[in-house]
């Protein structure tokens, strides 16, 4: 099958590290700031957008606030009217958002849309989150008696490749720390500022507590405020939006490939089709080879960057294995070889990733696309991976529950 390629002409994030609430803001100034920022930053004329997606998943419990297609159709006089949706896959949310307007553009009915993850976040307590945050397990039926249930559900990933394949607290570790080191590079990054001793990384009860299972403090990606916006294309309207920025129409990235799987909600039903498997989670391993296929490219070793989603260390070291960079229960051996620090073979996540930049729910998948956007063109600032031609992603909603993974390159 033809596709028509999709462009993406670029756009911008908040920054993930700002309390809106502290400082006067709601959901809707989030999103205004969002998208007015990436508008400026890739001079986009508000009456050119045909259609909007909003990425977010849970505005009504958070804000008390839903309906936010109707928030965007507010920001701009020029924005009335126009048809708008909002798409919910728990933390795949933006990805979601990504791939309805993808769909428009492959069939012709817009040359122009914008696309917005968005999230806030920290408006309630951490127990009131935790709480919020459950409603992508299947209330009643998993994790009922965790404090935090996510901590607990992804806990129970990690005990399942403890018995498996065996797997070493320090790795997890490692990949914590790299993600914290690459977010002091992101001028958008939650931790940039952070300052964090050895012993934030090992066996201390005062500096790394046990949170829930066998996962610790630095094992847990941080929930923030975001919004990161994207504008996607067709093949003529990016070729005049070429000729106008006078740039060449090959110099902008577009989707190679993507991906999406959905499996069954219960943690435990996917680990008992998993054994089944190679990997763990082959609904996983197919939405990426999904990916690859469409993008024509033979093997991971033809990326150059993965932004992968890193909610948790065990997430990460989940998906090393399924992008194909080890095999299954082999992921350490990436980690032990430095392989994929920012310096490394392959740089894993040089934004930060879910654990170093932040995680706005809604917001983490379009973040991602904008992240490869930016490693394509040159404008990743210090965190710019050489040469890079090639970048791939995956969101992940739930517990492995709905999967995406995109090709994006130039």
Same mark, same amino acid.
């Given at each position: 099958?033809?596709?028509? #390629?999709?462009?993406?002409?670029?756009?911008?994030?908040?920054?993930?590290?700002?309390?809106?609430?502290?400082?006067?803001?709601?959901?809707?100034?989030?999103? #205004?700031?969002?998208?007015?920022?990436?508008?400026?930053?890739?001079?986009?004329?508000?009456r050119d957008i045909q259609s909007a997606h909003i990425g977010n998943f849970v505005g009504e419990l958070f804000c008390k606030q839903g309906h936010l297609g109707g928030i965007f159709a507010s920001i701009h006089p020029d924005l009335e009217g126009i048809p708008t949706a909002r798409h919910e896959a728990a933390c795949a949310s933006g990805s979601m958002a990504i791939l309805a307007g993808m769909n428009q553009i492959q069939a012709g009915w817009c040359d122009l849309i914008c696309v917005s993850g968005i999230e806030m976040m920290r408006n309630v307590s951490g127990m009131e989150a935790s709480d919020h945050l459950g409603a992508a397990a299947w209330v009643g039926k998993e994790a009922t008696e965790a404090k935090y249930p996510w901590v607990y559900l992804f806990s129970e990933i990690a005990d399942y490749y403890q018995q498996r394949f065996g797997l070493q607290d320090e790795h997890l570790a490692e990949i914590a720390k790299i993600n914290y080191a690459n977010a002091k590079r992101n001028p958008n990054a939650q931790t940039r500022k952070w300052e964090q001793e050895e012993r934030c990384f090992v066996t201390d009860e005062e500096y790394n507590p046990i949170i829930e299972g066998r996962l610790r403090k630095a094992d847990c990606g941080r929930i923030t405020d975001g919004c990161a916006t994207v504008f996607l294309a067709s093949e003529e309207y990016a070729k005049q939006h070429a000729y106008r920025s006078q740039i060449p129409l090959a110099s902008i990235p577009y989707i190679k490939g993507w991906g999406h799987r959905t499996a069954t909600m219960l943690l435990q039903n996917k680990l008992e089709k998993g054994k089944e498997s190679a990997?763990?989670?082959?609904?996983?391993?197919?939405?990426?080879?999904?990916?690859?296929?469409?993008?024509?490219?033979?093997?991971?070793?033809?990326?150059?960057?993965?932004?992968?989603?890193?909610?948790?260390?065990?997430?990460?070291?989940?998906?090393?294995?399924?992008?194909?960079?080890?095999?299954?229960?082999?992921?350490?051996? !990436?980690?032990?070889?430095?392989?994929?620090?920012?310096?490394?073979?392959?740089?894993?996540?040089?934004?930060?990733?879910?654990?170093?930049?932040?995680?706005?729910?809604?917001?983490?998948?379009?973040? !991602?696309?904008?992240?490869?956007? #930016?490693?394509?063109?040159?404008?990743?600032?210090?965190?710019?991976?050489?040469?890079?031609?090639?970048?791939?992603?995956?969101?992940?909603?739930?517990?492995?529950?709905?999967?995406?993974?995109?090709?994006?390159?130039?």
């Open positions: 099958m033809i596709f028509k #390629k999709v462009y993406i002409l670029g756009g911008a994030q908040t920054d993930f590290a700002i309390n809106w609430q502290r400082n006067g803001g709601e959901i809707a100034d989030l999103l #205004k700031a969002g998208f007015e920022k990436a508008a400026t930053n890739c001079n986009i004329i508000p990997y763990p989670f082959p609904h996983l391993r197919g939405a990426i080879h999904d990916a690859f296929e469409r993008a024509g490219l033979s093997n991971v070793r033809e990326l150059d960057v993965i932004e992968t989603h890193d909610c948790f260390t065990i997430s990460e070291y989940v998906a090393l294995e399924h992008f194909g960079l080890a095999n299954p229960g082999e992921a350490w051996k !990436m980690i032990e070889e430095d392989a994929i620090s920012f310096n490394g073979k392959l740089p894993i996540n040089p934004s930060g990733g879910l654990i170093g930049a932040g995680h706005p729910v809604g917001a983490t998948g379009v973040r !991602m696309m904008l992240d490869a956007y #930016k490693q394509l063109t040159n404008q990743a600032g210090d965190y710019q991976v050489a040469n890079t031609k090639n970048v791939g992603t995956l969101n992940i909603g739930g517990s492995f529950t709905t999967v995406a993974s995109f090709v994006v390159g130039v």
